[in-house]
């Protein structure tokens, strides 16, 4: 039975990104820059190769807590040089933003493939694709080992992050929940009050960075983009409070990771392929189809009630 | 360096120029990140021609992966129209949700073309990052042709799509057809999305597309200098960083051509800096 270790902490680690990244996602989305979440999730690769290829160095291996300096650093810097580009140079802001995200990850895969030799946990391929069927947890072979605390000493060190990444989304919303209602649905309400603008647009920028940083390493690049984007625009399409909008991102979020887990896993467990499907490019395209299948029961719902 | 590489330097420079010169347009229209939406939609349609040819469907031929991609790439563009009229989706979210569901569509249908043959030869990242050493004689001259094709067709649509991305509302009241003209341009950026994706590669054509044209636009004053510029930016990127990746290691395609478009655009911009009288028209506004 190889649920436990091999199965298990690649699902959870999904369900963890994805409700991270869904919650996370209601400020892009609410703000009509979900394309700023793609460019944030490919602007931290070169800070991440950096500072691994650092940590390896100094350290003998990945230090976790390096690699999101690094990763924030690279975003912080990204966005920074973006802003600079549009209002100092006058250059097109949607094309210098395009432009900006992918010299970035151009320059990340360039280092990757440059420090090689000394990043055996990270590859181009991981950092595209993520790398969820290489998450294993040894000492977890039934759910009773949950309870035996000897058993986290192997735990594999994205869980740590992801649940730490969720954590922090999670505070964030709730000390900052009336703020942020007023930054995303009335900003010039927000700056009258005497809220800075500039200080909510950098805070939730870093986090955005943070989350698809700690998600990043488990989905990949653009699979962080469907995990920000898919639950909150669905969720948009019928919520009609900030906090039903929040919770049902949430459970979409959710929804998504399992859908696509079990489209991934299927073909093997009916006997049609002899490997499971890649996981993460199964839960982006799940987005995909849980946010048409709202759309279009929307759709046909509203028709209907007001058909005469 | 072979006399093939030659060639596909060649192509690849001349592809590069078309890029550019399409680029321009398109960032003055706004439409460069559709170009990342479609370019990553692509994904799909080519393994399923992969997928096809190896259920013994059709044979795999380069013109059928292009036709693959080209039919995602069109349905992508057309999806993001249609989305975005809807009140409860922003453009943006349009974008971001067919990029990111349509590449993971293509990573799982890749994975599925990865079980039915180990052996493939048809893998997603040199699709993802452009991997210009993998592209066969056939592969370059489809590139070349097209390439020449879209500028021929820029240049002798000059006037229209000129006054299409200047003044919209002009080139309507005066009888141009503008949503054909519109539709020109996104047609021209599918069909060089589709041939580019096998050097270039989904995730990099954004750069290439906005990268020299940013060049152009913010070098030069008038429209003929910055078409030329980006023209110039594009092949030198694609020249300088396809030369690289054919000579040097393991490095992909797409991430070399887009590095020397990142320094090219640095010294379009320092050299901006250092003369002060040459502001473009662009510069000149975001002063005011």
Redesign the interface.
Known sequence: MSFWPIQFPALLAALLAASACGLIGNLLVLRREAMLGDAISHMVLPGLVIAAWFGGLLLGDMWRPLNFFGACVAAVAGVALLRWLERRQGLEPRAAMGFIFTAFFALGVVLLEVTGQTNQHLDVEHALFGSLETLIWIDLMSWRDLLRPAAYATMPSALVSLSLALLVALVYFAVNYRRLMAWLFDPDYSQTSGLTLRGMEMTSGLLVAFVAMAAFEAVGAVLVVALLVAPAATAHLFARRFSRQLLASLVLALVMALLGWYLAQAPLALGWLSDTLPASGAIAFAGGLVFTLVLAFGTLSRSRATRP | MTLIDVFLLTALAVFGAACGLL?VF???R?R??V??AMS?AALPGIALVGLAAGFGLITRSGFALVLGALVFAALAAVLVLVLRR?A??????A??????????????L???LQ?LDASQTLG??SF??GQVATMSGGEAWSLLIVALLVLGVVIAAYRGLSLLVFDADYAAATGWPLLKLDLLLMALATVLLAVGLRSVGA??L??L???P??TG??GARRMPQALGLAAAAGALSCLLGGGLSLVG????T???I??V??AL?TLV?VWRALRPRTL?V??????I
């Open positions: 680029g398109l960032t003055l706004g460069t990140l170009v990342d990553h809807h409860r989706i922003s453009e943006d979210s974008m971001a949700l067919i990029l990111s569901s349509f590449f993971g569509l293509g990573v799982v890749f994975g599925w079980l997603i990242t993802a990052l995730i990099m954004l750069g597309v906005a990268g044209a940013l636009l913010a290691t393991h490095v992909p797409g991430p070399a887009i590095l478009a990142a655009l911009l473009s662009t510069a000149k506004a975001a002063r």
